[in-house]
């Protein structure tokens, strides 16, 4: 029950109450006085009429008497007149019966009157004509209460209404920062931190504000703190001081994260050495191989530069390394091109004079093993030493028969949707109790040979043709009309960047949602950090339509190297990070910044869900840190849907 309903109750009460009391006092004071104010009217009118009749000639005739008596009967207040003689004989009478209609039988039987009579001696000088008797009857003083009553009842009842509509107003301006407080409490549940900047005037009011307030300002500096805390544990543990790109842990993460998951990247690895760099340091010191690397981190940065695909790291002390997922045919070409402006740089440059860089190029394929990678492109360097500087040596692993140049890549695209080549594999992720938790859908087509092209060889292909959305729809399509679909366990799809910068989508997006809500599909719908990051607007616009259903929203590959800022404004059920990311930030040295994590997506009620999980030990080492769900193909391989 609300405060209103309850004060309105009281009030209620009260009312009544004091109606009560005051009514049947002035009920019972009203009758009393209406009971003597017949008596004396009766006894009055009988003296008054008895004198009449007695200043009559011989007490008059029966005509005379009819005259007097309806005179007196016509007023409407008497029942009964009559003259009786000494002998006891009724010389003359007149009755009437007096209907109340207008009053209700409980209003009498509550206040009971009776009918009063009077009574006079006729004298005719000395001598006695004989008694006069009159009866007044009680009903228009019934008449006269019940009305004074009714009007009592409708003063109070305006005034109760009155005193309501007041008593709402008052509440609505006084309980005003009330609202605020339960606004502030709704608002922390979905992640945010509003303070109330108006002060209410009530002192009790005042302080309740006052400690929402304070706890709203503790919980955001908590969020803050472990965000800044979270933040340098990332640049220690994922960046290279000298340059501030990514170092060799945080490529051999993300090599790690596209080589195991499914919708990692497909593309290729490029190394770029600098020849002889240890013989550079020797001669010319630390300053000047200092600065050797510094312009080759920023020649790479430009290129690189929020460019999601393509992450760039200093790999060792001689070496930059760079995934990308352009084909290798763009990669060389850009390559040579950073060698000729990196040779017309150090021209100017007279202690770098002779510096020589090599490169190795080597294909990534999903499933691949991350050490014969790394052996493969150390086997490209040293080739590409024995053939001199500034060379590029390629070692090539895929199998897949891939379209070349942009015209093939649009038309076979084009042909795989008219064809409708493209289809669903699912790969679960569970709990510690072995349960399915979701099951994360892939997009797979199938070329002209028969072999299966995964999502990460196609997709940034087509997101740079303009054709991801489209993509997205058929994957919107198999979904909904797909009957071999497990339903009872939620199916986890991924979004596009161009399904957040677009608004082609979302009619059948809204539809899926519906849809999938009547049939009794639950669906967990995310995207990468970097995209969400990229659109923040259409991002808390997704997020409410996908609650409004009662799905999901999380956030894939979550890179705490960004702003988590955006945790707050999402409503996010889940985020997913890489199993190894988790496992380094455990260690001793970086165990705080795990705990930071922690607190963070405990406070905000987000669900970590581990992926790329890839061996027993890393399943066992994160179960230890309280990871409750997690996903890779250690625990099960993709399967066609």
């Not at 809204?510 to 049939?519: F, I, K, R, T, V």
Request: charged share 20%.
């Amino acid at each position: 029950m609300t405060l209103f309903k309850q004060i309105a109750l009281l009030v209620s009460t009260v009312f009544l109450i004091l109606l009560l009391i005051i009514v049947m006092s002035d009920l019972s004071r009203t009758g009393n006085f209406q009971q003597g104010q017949l008596r004396t009217t009766a006894q009055d009118m009988a003296t008054t009429l008895g004198i009449a009749i007695s200043n009559l000639p011989e007490g008059g005739d029966q005509a005379t008497l009819e005259v007097l008596f309806n005179a007196v009967f016509d007023s409407g207040y008497y029942t009964r007149i009559e003259l009786v003689g000494v002998d006891g004989q009724v010389i003359h009478q007149k009755s009437q019966a007096l209907d109340l209609e207008a009053v209700p039988d409980w209003f009498i039987g509550l206040v009971p009157l009776e009918s009063a009579s009077g009574s006079t001696q006729v004298m005719k000088g000395w001598t006695q004509l004989g008694q006069l008797n009159l009866e007044v009857h009680p009903g228009f003083a019934y008449s006269s209460m019940y009305q004074s009553l009714v009007s009592a009842l409708l003063w109070f009842a305006l005034l109760f209404v009155i005193s309501m509509v007041v008593l709402w107003l008052v509440l609505r301006y006084v309980l005003a920062p009330l609202q605020r407080v339960k606004e502030q409490a709704d608002a922390i549940h979905n992640n945010q931190f509003v303070q109330q900047k108006k002060m209410p005037a009530t002192l009790e009011l005042k302080r309740v504000v006052e400690a929402m307030n304070l706890m709203v300002s503790k919980v955001q500096g908590i969020f803050d703190d472990q965000e800044k805390t979270l933040g340098r544990y990332q640049q220690l543990l994922y960046h290279d001081k000298l340059t501030g790109l990514g170092n060799r842990r945080y490529l051999l993460d993300q090599l790690q994260q596209s080589m195991s998951e499914e919708s990692g990247l497909h593309g290729c690895m490029a190394i770029i050495k600098i020849v002889d760099f240890d013989q550079l340091r020797d001669r010319h010191g630390y300053e000047v191989s200092d600065n050797l690397i510094r312009i080759l981190a920023d020649m790479l940065r430009q290129r690189h530069a929020g460019q999601e695909a393509e992450r760039v790291s200093r790999f060792n002390e001689d070496e930059f390394a760079f995934l990308s997922a352009t084909e290798e045919s763009e990669v060389n070409a850009y390559i040579r091109e950073l060698f000729d402006n990196f040779q017309q740089l150090i021209q100017r440059e007279t202690d770098l004079a002779g510096v020589q860089l090599l490169a190795g190029i080597c294909d990534l394929e999903a499933g691949g093993e991350i050490g014969n990678i790394l052996s493969g492109i150390d086997y490209c360097l040293s080739q590409a030493n024995t053939r001199g500087p500034f060379s590029i040596e390629r070692q090539l692993s895929t199998n897949l028969e891939l379209p070349q140049g942009k015209m093939q890549w649009r038309g076979w695209l084009e042909s795989v949707l008219e064809s409708r080549q493209l289809f669903l594999v699912g790969q679960l992720a569970i709990s510690n109790d072995r349960l399915p938790m979701q099951r994360e859908l892939f997009i797979r087509a199938r070329n002209q040979q028969g072999q299966v092209v995964p999502a990460s060889a196609f997709m940034p292909m087509a997101s740079s043709l303009g054709m991801a959305l489209d993509i997205d729809r058929e994957v919107f399509r198999l979904v909904a009309s797909n009957e071999e679909l497990d339903r009872s366990i939620p199916l986890a799809l991924n979004l596009s960047a161009s399904f957040f910068e677009l608004a082609e989508g979302q009619e059948e997006f809204e539809q899926l949602l519906d849809n999938c809500a009547q049939n009794g599909t639950r669906l967990c719908i995310e995207a990468s950090h970097h995209v969400l990051n990229q659109h923040p607007l259409m991002c808390s616009k997704i997020s409410d339509r996908v609650r409004r259903h009662q799905h999901q929203f999380g956030i894939d590959n979550l890179d705490l190297g960004q702003s988590l800022q955006l945790l707050q404004s999402g409503q996010f059920d889940y985020v997913k990070i890489n199993a190894i990311t988790l496992h380094e930030m455990s260690r001793n040295d970086m165990a705080a910044g795990f705990q930071a994590l922690r607190t963070i997506t405990d406070t905000l009620d987000i669900r970590i869900i581990a992926v790329a999980v890839d061996s027993q030990n890393v399943c066992d080492e994160l179960k230890s840190l309280g990871i409750d769900t997690m996903q890779g193909n250690f625990l099960g391989s993709p399967e066609a849907i």
